[in-house]
């Protein structure tokens, strides 16, 4: 169904207005001036960018890559390496100037320095200005044609407490040096005043998150007192100086927390009576109408107006795909016409209410700029409460237009150097080349009255698009931007608080059964905490559920595999009833912070799920019929399953090995680490719940060396599911060879052993995105991953300055207890496990230099993240697996090396690579050994389904956890073939 926007009583005026503003915009340039921009090659990249999509992707690609660049021949390289490929349509131009043979001949140093210079004059087209001196010359520029700045600050993300800082103080030195400029400015009248008010001439916008380098709305109230500490100080100096500052709005997952933090700010008494302030809302996000009123509200008691800068919104396709990727509802409309739509409502809403809030209405479209005029002309709105804003290099002559209708106009303008401006160049070129852009059919001459028509929108549902080229549907995981989320985490570990303590026996053929010795579970964070006391399986108990198991083997495999697999979908439904409840338990027991917890509980509802689906796929098995005969091959379950689980993933990776097995038919035995047993007692009480029989499946804690090893030699033990150390896997092993008497079979040993794993940061790498890729995936739980990672091999051009951000980015991490939800850094899990890391690092002092260590808690298992520099490849820190906090960075001198490095182990589990280089990406997906390969992002959390997980060489032995390979080993393959013959007589199909 259409429905298109009501015309209201300002639609008459909207559109009169339109139609002169689209003449003005549209008046025709001299037969030099088109000449002239027919010869630029900047204006050429940017037509064939418009014209040809492949094009465009891996234009903007290597665009991106650009400024990491360090030589012609390296620009070269990369010319060929996007836009060589075969599936990319060349124009006549580009195909002749990339035709050379060699990046280092002339003819490549010519390309490179043609591309590279056009470049560079696109980004000086939506750029201010590298210097405070350029910056100050555009500016002097604006205010000649009569228009108002506000400038914005770009720089690489802020990822470390040294860049927030240093964001404050530029800041504050640029409005010192334009405040003081501005003195030597003469009064412009149409923007420096209005109704007999002087109104500041210098303005900046500012980014709330650049503030604090840790800000995240999972930890409100830390995030919040840092970045208002920063923020108070930039106010008062702005206020001593008369500039104004505007709050800029980024990513919908800061929204929330971004105009919490300014409404409580904005009415301290300091900053109450301040009417030089601004905030920014994204008209493309669904909930922005709402966040409008609500802002009305606050504004009303406020008792003085603020501006509210309404823009469409920036990040699109970021958005989109994160939301696809998490499986979240998507906060942004997928249509242009519903945005546009969203925002004239906004504008209306927001000029009708122009005693309480001032407007700056930014946007090129001059449809929406139509219609803010006509409401503000008909409301007889006062200048000071109105104005119009355009981005720099973007709608030239649209505001030179406004200007001419004698409306205040301020061009936000960025400024700074090229490199950290890249992204906000892409999302520039984006946005001026995409088919929905006002721009684009502006310049493609599209008819007057499709150009300013009201929008049309198709009706569209909350959420429209959806990962459709994956089958399998993850279980998201919690978004703790949402208030009433981070609310019932909090009072779920209120709520288990509550339980601690209490005994958990095994759970033998349908019965908890009282054990002779019991071990107590603590939290890592306070070992004083006893989180449960768990009852340690004996040898003849361990006997006795042996017994059960092969008992009730028989009925289990004749079970329906349909009957199973929905024991596992409700298993699953009951762990997300209880997801803050499970999320809470594992971050008591086993120090895991709660962000990381969650994403624990979805993956073990993701196994369940998964394999249930896999179990009914296979069950048919295979027809390989012919004439005269069936085929048949069939899967069987293979008889008794011992699940030995981890601490470090206690619900997930139990889940996913103890559900394979029993959907399979397998009787199945799980023995949980000491550490997490209580957590495994909890998936012990949901599998009971959701209908698994008695004597199917079994809870059976206890010691390893002693129980553990008796049920792997067991003669009527069949197969042995692992995840743990590679010395108790290979003794697993080896003990599971051993034929015992009485054993008709060979035992089946699926391990998972560990990783000393490996990042290559390449020359051509996003620091930003690398040096926070490689933070959270060494740090994240402490290290504590098998796919962590804990090895960093960075190529000589850029390792001084990777190091030196990777240092200030680990120092910048809060340390302490998992529950607090400001710590990104627990503990660990025992006392054994930190006394043997220490050992480590002291080991290393004597190898290699250390370059951090930070302070710890005195109370719990904490261990300091440590990174060590200058490490040999053969060094022990860069070759056992540590499984803690520690890092060793190794200096490489190329990619060649970088891969022999990353290999020179004895494990292949994970990897990964930070590259924008195209050949180094091709070559590390064949050469790099690992299991799982990670390009531009963490090597951590993989995926069921997304991202099957396993390794290969001494990092285990089996197929991948969470892939369609995994069930097959828990299952017996059989043929079964018929001579369907009677008499020399057969139906053959298709013949009558």
Request: hydrophobic share 35%.
């Given at each position: 169904m259409v429905v298109q926007v009501a015309n209201s009583i300002y639609e008459t005026q909207t559109t009169e207005i339109a139609k002169q503003l689209l003449d003005a915009t549209r008046q025709k340039r001299s037969f030099f001036a088109q000449m002239r921009d027919q010869m630029r090659w900047d204006d050429k990249l940017l037509a064939w960018a418009m014209s040809n999509p492949g094009l465009r992707v891996q234009l903007f690609r290597f665009i991106d890559a650009l400024p990491a660049l360090q030589s012609k021949t390296e620009i070269a390289r990369h010319l060929q390496d996007y836009l060589g490929d075969e599936s990319v349509e060349l124009p006549a131009a580009l195909k002749n100037l990339l035709n050379f043979a060699n990046p280092d001949s002339m003819p490549g140093q010519l390309a490179a320095s043609t591309v590279s210079t056009a470049v560079e004059t696109l980004a000086?087209?939506?750029?201010?200005?590298?210097?405070?001196?350029?910056?100050?010359?555009?500016?002097e520029r604006l205010r000649k044609d009569k228009m108002a700045f506000t400038l914005d600050l770009l720089g690489e993300a802020v990822i470390t407490e040294t860049e927030a800082q240093s964001y404050l103080e530029r800041y504050l030195d640029l409005m010192e040096q334009l405040t003081q400029e501005a003195k030597q400015w003469s009064t412009i009248?149409?923007?420096?005043?209005?109704?007999g008010e002087e109104l500041p001439q210098v303005q900046v916008s500012v980014k709330l998150t650049a503030f604090y380098s840790q800000f995240d709305p999972l930890d409100p109230e830390v995030s919040k007192k840092r970045v208002c500490d920063r923020i108070r100080i930039l106010l008062r100096r702005a206020q001593e100086l008369g500039a104004a500052v505007h709050f800029d709005m980024e990513q919908y997952v800061y929204k929330d927390m971004t105009l919490g933090i300014l409404k409580d700010l904005l009415m301290e008494d300091e900053f109450r009576d301040r009417t030089d302030l601004g905030i920014?809302?994204?008209?493309?996000?669904?909930?922005?109408?709402?966040?409008?009123?609500d802002i009305i509200t606050w504004a009303k008691e406020r008792g003085n107006p603020l501006t509210v800068r309404l823009v469409k919104g920036a990040y699109w396709d970021q958005e989109t795909i994160k939301s696809l990727q998490n499986h979240w509802q998507q906060p942004v409309y997928n249509q242009k016409s519903a945005t546009d739509a969203n925002f004239e409502e906004m504008t209306q809403l927001l000029l009708e209410n122009h005693q309480y809030l001032y407007a700056a209405i930014g946007s090129h479209n001059v449809r929406s700029q139509a219609k803010a005029i006509a409401i503000a002309e008909q409301l007889n709105i006062p200048r000071r409460h109105f104005e119009m804003q355009v981005l720099y290099g973007m709608g030239d002559q649209l505001a030179k237009a406004l200007v001419q209708r004698g409306h205040r106009v301020r061009v936000y303008a960025p400024y700074g150097e090229l490199l950290p401006g890249m992204a906000y160049l892409?999302?520039?070129?984006?946005?001026?080349?995409?088919?929905?852009?006002?721009?684009?059919?502006?310049?493609?001459?599209?008819?007057?009255?499709?150009?300013?028509?009201?929008?049309?929108?198709?009706?569209?549902?909350?959420?429209?698009?959806?990962?459709?080229s994956l089958q399998f549907a993850n279980a998201p995981d919690t978004d703790y931007a949402q208030t009433d989320a981070r609310e019932k985490a909090q009072t779920a570990l209120e709520t288990v608080r509550q339980q601690l303590g209490k005994t958990y026996y095994p759970l033998i053929n349908g019965d908890y059964q009282p054990t002779p010795e019991t071990v107590d579970s603590v939290n890592p964070s306070n070992p004083s905490e006893i989180i449960g006391k768990v009852g340690l399986l004996s040898i003849d108990q361990a006997e006795t559920a042996l017994n059960a198991a092969k008992s009730a083997f028989p009925g289990w495999r004749r079970t329906p595999v349909k009957q199973r697999a929905d024991i596992l979908r409700q298993a699953a439904e009951l762990m997300e009833g209880r997801r803050e409840e499970l999320s809470a338990w594992i971050c008591l027991e086993v120090g895991k912070a709660l962000r990381e917890a969650d994403a624990e509980v979805s993956e073990a509802i993701d196994f369940c799920r998964y394999y249930a689906s896999e179990m009914e796929r296979l069950e048919g098995g295979y027809i390989y019929d012919v004439a005269g005969e069936t085929n048949r091959y069939v899967y069987q379950p293979r008889g008794i399953a011992v699940v030995i689980s981890p601490w470090n993933f206690p619900l997930a990776i139990a889940t996913g090995m103890t559900v394979a097995a029993l959907v399979a038919g397998n009787c199945t035995l799980l023995k949980p680490a000491e550490a997490s047993s209580v957590i495994a007692a909890k998936l012990a009480e949901i599998l009971v719940e959701a209908g698994i029989p008695q004597g199917v499946f079994q809870y059976v804690p206890g010691k390893g060396s002693q129980v553990g090893a008796y049920m792997v030699k067991h003669p009527d033990t069949h197969l042995i599911a692992f995840t743990g150390s590679q010395e108790v896997g290979c003794r697993i092993y080896a003990d599971a060879a051993m034929v015992q008497p009485g054993q008709t079979h060979l035992k089946r040993v699926i391990a998972e052993m560990g990783g000393k794993n490996g990042i290559i940061v390449d020359e051509s790498a996003d620091l930003d995105q690398a040096v926070a890729g490689v933070v959270q995936s060494a740090f994240g739980y402490s290290g504590q991953k098998c796919s962590a990672c804990s090895r960093v091999i960075v190529l000589d051009p850029i390792y001084n300055t990777f190091i030196e951000r990777l240092i200030e980015a680990t120092r910048s991490l809060n340390i302490g207890a998992a529950e607090l939800?400001?710590?990104?850094?627990?503990?660990?899990?025992?006392?054994?496990?930190?006394?043997?890391?220490?050992?480590?690092?002291?080991?290393?002092?004597?190898?290699?230099?250390?370059?951090?260590?930070?302070q710890v808690p005195e109370t719990g298992y904490f261990v300091s993240p440590t990174i060590f520099t200058n490490v040999s490849p053969d060094a022990k820190i860069a070759q056992a697996e540590i499984f803690g906090p520690v890092v060793a960075v190794i200096r490489v001198k190329?990619?060649?090396?970088?891969?022999?490095?990353?290999?020179?182990?004895?494990?292949?589990?994970?990897?990964?690579?930070?590259?924008?280089t195209p050949s180094h990406i091709d070559q590390a997906s064949t050469e790099f050994e690992v299991g799982n390969l990670y390009i531009n992002r963490t090597i951590t959390g993989a995926i069921v389904s997304r991202q099957p997980f396993g390794g290969f060489k001494l990092s285990g032995v089996g197929s991948k956890a969470g892939g369609p390979d995994y069930l097959l080993q828990f299952l017996e393959p059989r043929t079964i073939t018929e001579n369907i013959q009677r008499q020399g007589f057969a139906p053959i199909e298709g013949v009558d």
């Open positions: 000086n087209k939506y750029i201010a200005g590298a210097t405070i001196k350029q910056v100050i010359k555009t500016i009248p149409s923007i420096d005043q209005a109704d920014t809302l994204q008209a493309y996000l669904r909930d922005s109408k709402g966040d409008l009123k892409i999302r520039r070129l984006l946005e001026n080349t995409a088919n929905s852009s006002f721009l684009r059919q502006s310049l493609e001459e599209r008819p007057v009255e499709e150009l300013i028509a009201p929008p049309v929108v198709d009706e569209e549902p909350v959420e429209t698009l959806h990962a459709t939800p400001s710590t990104q850094v627990g503990p660990v899990i025992d006392a054994t496990a930190r006394n043997r890391i220490q050992d480590y690092i002291e080991k290393g002092r004597q190898e290699a230099e250390i370059a951090v260590e930070c190329d990619f060649p090396d970088a891969l022999t490095v990353a290999n020179g182990t004895n494990y292949a589990l994970t990897g990964g690579l930070y590259s924008r």
